[in-house]
């Protein structure tokens, strides 16, 4: 069935997910803003298509991607969250938004098995050095296809480009982001701090 739900659309019932405070600010969790999500999950939409497919999200968060694949048509989605607060508010968003998705309590080390797609926002690596590259070797291990948002720098991008290679993976970065971090943490000093993210996306070869 084709999809019917507009861009514009989908951000406005993503905006009803919750942000969150996070609890450890090593974890560096940060919600993918609504507007950002939404893009995201369309240039996806329209690049693999989403009926059908069996997609994972590693540190889900409050679930903003992981529901959207769930209604942009996804057959089955999963969202790994390490954050129980966190994953009870993502479980109450997709029931609230009638959204079909897995919300797993624990580290991404416990999810086995094959999907069609991995879409993630993981965390960007600046306070635990590796962080990114923890979460796409996982993806690696979970999909042949992966999106995956990361800090754009060039030196990061090297090492994600460096990285993937060595695993076999080609890599593009499909579009750059001002993505907004708002003040939630102790060492922050701007009611919003802006970063630039790229979006990637890696096939394996």
Same mark, same amino acid.
């Given at each position: 069935?084709?999809?019917?739900?507009?861009?514009?659309?989908?951000?406005?019932?993503?905006?009803?997910?919750?942000?969150?405070?996070?609890?450890?600010?090593?974890?560096?969790?940060?919600?993918?803003?609504?507007?950002?999500?939404?893009?995201?999950?369309?240039?996806?939409?329209?690049?693999?298509?989403?009926?059908?497919?069996?997609?994972?999200?590693?540190?889900?968060?409050?679930?903003?991607?992981?529901?959207?694949?769930?209604?942009?048509?996804?057959?089955?989605?999963?969202?790994?969250?390490?954050?129980?607060?966190?994953?009870?508010?993502?479980?109450?968003? $997709?029931? +609230? !938004?009638?959204?079909? #998705?897995?919300?797993? /309590?624990?580290?991404?080390?416990? &999810? %086995?098995?094959?999907?069609?797609?991995?879409?993630?926002?993981?965390?960007?690596?600046?306070?635990?050095?590796?962080?990114?590259?923890?979460?796409?070797?996982? $993806?690696? +291990? !979970?999909?042949?296809? #992966?999106?995956?948002? /990361?800090?754009?720098?060039?030196? &990061? %991008?090297?090492?994600?480009?460096?990285?993937?290679?060595?695993?076999?993976?080609?890599?593009?970065?499909?579009?750059?982001?001002?993505?907004?971090?708002?003040?939630?943490?102790?060492?922050?000093?701007?009611?919003?701090?802006?970063?630039?993210?790229?979006?990637?996306?890696?096939?394996?070869?």
């Amino acid at each position: 069935m084709k999809n019917r739900i507009k861009k514009w659309e989908l951000a406005l019932l993503l905006a009803r997910v919750p942000d969150l405070v996070p609890c450890h600010p090593s974890l560096e969790q940060y919600t993918t803003p609504a507007e950002i999500a939404a893009d995201v999950l369309f240039i996806v939409l329209q690049r693999e298509g989403l009926a059908g497919r069996h997609v994972v999200d590693l540190g889900s968060g409050t679930g903003r991607l992981a529901i959207g694949c769930a209604l942009l048509g996804a057959s089955r989605v999963v969202g790994v969250e390490i954050e129980s607060r966190f994953v009870y508010a993502a479980r109450e968003a $997709a029931r +609230s !938004l009638k959204a079909s #998705v897995e919300f797993v /309590h624990g580290d991404i080390a416990c &999810i %086995r098995g094959k999907f069609d797609l991995v879409v993630q926002n993981p965390p960007f690596g600046v306070r635990r050095k590796g962080a990114d590259r923890r979460f796409l070797n996982k $993806a690696f +291990s !979970l999909s042949n296809i #992966v999106y995956s948002i /990361h800090k754009s720098d060039n030196k &990061i %991008r090297q090492l994600i480009k460096q990285f993937a290679a060595k695993r076999g993976f080609k890599s593009v970065i499909v579009k750059s982001y001002s993505f907004p971090i708002p003040y939630s943490l102790p060492q922050h000093v701007k009611t919003v701090h802006r970063v630039r993210v790229d979006l990637w996306r890696f096939q394996y070869d």
